[in-house]
């Protein structure tokens, strides 16, 4: 069942469909709103609650096939997160050096903080981006959208997209060079 | 090093709680408010009176009263609106077809100056 078809039931009264579209999308448009706002995960909340309630607001007039529901979603999220950047004095980023701790010694666990470690390192270095950089980045390769649903979301062409994503790389690789050897890459 | 973003990506997509549960209540929450209400079966409401109508019938009398009203103001109409023919009639058949003067042709405004 397609996001279209549980927005049109929501639209008609079911509540199980409200029930399953948050499942499906309240998790990915939080994460994405952590990730522009820098980690913090109030405010990201707070853009993932106020996302959704435009999209219930929204479904009685949803056309279907027009506009994928969760690029739309994304698009409302963006705008929200720009205004809370906007709104707010910059943040300190303390993710980046703030490394979970091991809690025990069974096996995986050293993977596993590697595995966090590089989340969070990646998290600093996309907090350092420029705001479209990040954006485009965070949308094509942790939340994999196309390149062209990434242009309809940001209102750029498809050209404009690869080359954000290109930048953005660039200067990921860049500042996360040095710490190679801290996330596990030395021996590869 | 950018072949070694893969891995920090996918990390990135592993790592981070999903929402918690108060924020998921929030969210559906707002689902069942923002639900279209032609969509929420209730009990039908009775049309609202109109009450100006009945308050207005009630200050001329009550309804009996408005009807005559109404009557009146018809006929009132439809009276004057045959009016002039009827006079003319009237004025023929009592004066005989006489001019009659109210008043004397004198002066009545340039008597004094």
């Excluded at chain 1, 929204?58 to 963006?78: I, N, Q």
């Excluded at chain 2, 990390?11 to 559906?28: D, Q, Y």
Aim: charged share 25%; aromatic share 4%.
């Amino acid at each position: 069942m397609t996001d279209d078809d549980l927005l049109a039931m929501y639209a008609a009264g079911d509540r199980m469909a409200a029930r399953l579209l948050t499942d499906r999308l309240l998790p990915r448009v939080l994460a994405y709103a952590a990730r522009l706002l820098g980690g913090d995960r109030a405010e990201a909340e707070d853009v993932a609650q106020e996302a959704m309630l435009r999209l219930w607001r929204m479904a009685p007039g949803w056309r279907p096939g027009e506009a994928k529901v969760s690029t739309w979603l994304y698009r409302v999220a963006t705008n929200l997160c720009t205004d809370c950047r906007r709104a707010a004095a910059r943040r300190a980023q303390p993710m980046g050096d703030d490394l979970p701790e091991a809690e025990d010694g069974a096996p995986g666990a050293e993977a596993r903080l590697v595995q966090a470690a590089r989340a969070a390192a990646l998290d600093a270095a996309l907090a350092a981006l420029p705001e479209r950089q990040r954006e485009a980045v965070v949308l094509r390769h942790i939340e994999g959208l196309s390149n062209p649903e990434i242009a309809e979301i940001l209102g750029v062409g498809v050209e404009a997209v690869e080359s954000l994503t290109a930048r953005g790389k660039r200067a990921l690789a860049a500042a996360l060079a040095p710490r190679r050897d801290d996330l596990g890459y030395a021996e590869g | 090093m950018t072949d070694d973003l893969d891995g920090f990506f996918a990390a990135a997509r592993a790592a981070g709680p999903g929402p918690s549960e108060a924020l998921a209540a929030r969210v559906l929450a707002d689902a069942e408010a923002a639900m279209p209400r032609a969509a929420v079966p209730g009990p039908s409401a009775p049309p609202p009176r109109r009450r100006w109508l009945a308050a207005a019938a009630a200050l001329f009398g009550g309804g009996p009263m408005a009807a005559g009203l109404a009557s009146a103001v018809v006929a009132g109409v439809a009276i004057g609106y045959a009016g002039p023919v009827t006079s003319d009639w009237l004025a023929g058949a009592v004066s005989g077809g006489a001019e009659i003067q109210l008043m004397a042709a004198s002066d009545l405004f340039l008597g004094e100056g």
